[in-house]
Antibody
Framework: QVQLVQSGAEVQKPGASVKVSCKTS????????IFWVRQAPGQGLEWMGW????????AYAQKFQGRVTMTRDTSKSTAYMELRSLTHDDTAIYYC????????????????WGRGTLVTVSS | SYELTQPPSVSVSPGQTATISCSGD??????VFWYQQKPGQSPLLVIY???KRPSGIPERFSGSTSVNTGTLTISGTQAMDEAEYYC?????????FGGGTKLTVL
């Protein structure tokens, strides 16, 4: 079955960076886009961007442009999301999700989700 | 920026029909997706491309759209359906989520 297993919780100081991993299994990693969504405590869902694991193409939400990088290691079927210059407002659960298989990323849905990685930014 | 508006909360009695709305400018010209999220869990896709159910999602979940509104309907609502529901659409290459609707089954 399709699984997306994320790395463990992190505590970082303001100004630091965090890199979250998302190891996939149960399907061909390069066949589906990977999306990242975050959720602040008690808040709704916020889309961060997507990555095409096949060619490495990415697109980021304007809010995170210049501060986020999404990469992958195809040999490990793993996607990564790095967020830099953290502030307290970045405290959230970060989810990776698999795209529904539509060629155009911006028409996709998120059909399988990781369990999330809690990132806490605290001084 | 594009916005999707959902009612903060909806209440329904067990066995009755719950409807959750999602409004946005010309939403009917875009695909709408719906996710269910229970406390402490990841979101779960329940409707994609307006009205399609993923494998494993009960038939009581259905979706529809009109000019500016997407609607998630849960027929014969069960206690297990109590959750937060989010609508989602795409605008200019970015995914947009509604603020979420807390469905209470009482």
């Amino acid at each position: 079955q399709v699984q997306l297993v994320q790395s463990g919780a992190e505590v970082q100081k303001p100004g630091a960076s965090v890199k979250v991993s998302c190891k996939t299994s149960g399907y061909t990693f390069t066949s589906r886009d990977i999306f990242w969504v975050r959720q602040a405590p008690g808040q709704g869902l916020e889309w961060m961007g997507w990555m095409n694991p096949n060619g490495g193409d990415t697109a980021y939400a304007q809010k995170f442009q210049g501060r986020v990088t999404m990469t992958r290691d195809t040999s490990k079927s793993t996607a990564y999301m790095e967020l830099r210059s953290l502030t307290h407002d970045d405290t959230a659960i970060y989810y990776c999700a698999r795209g529904g298989g539509i060629v155009v990323p911006a028409h996709n849905w998120f059909d399988s989700w990781g369990r999330g990685t809690l990132v806490t930014v605290s001084s | 920026s594009y916005e999707l508006t959902q009612p903060p909360s909806v209440s329904v009695s067990p066995g009755q029909t719950a409807t959750i709305s999602c409004s946005g400018d010309r939403l009917g010209s875009r695909f709408v997706f719906w996710y269910q999220q229970k406390p402490g869990q990841s979101p779960l896709l329940v409707i994609y491309q307006d009205d399609k159910r993923p494998s494993g999602i009960p038939e009581r979940f259905s979706g529809s759209t009109s000019v500016n509104t997407g609607t998630l309907t849960i027929s014969g609502t069960q206690a297990m359906d109590e959750a937060e529901y989010y609508c989602q659409a795409w605008d200019s290459g970015s995914a947009v989520f509604g603020g979420g609707t807390k469905l209470t089954v009482l």
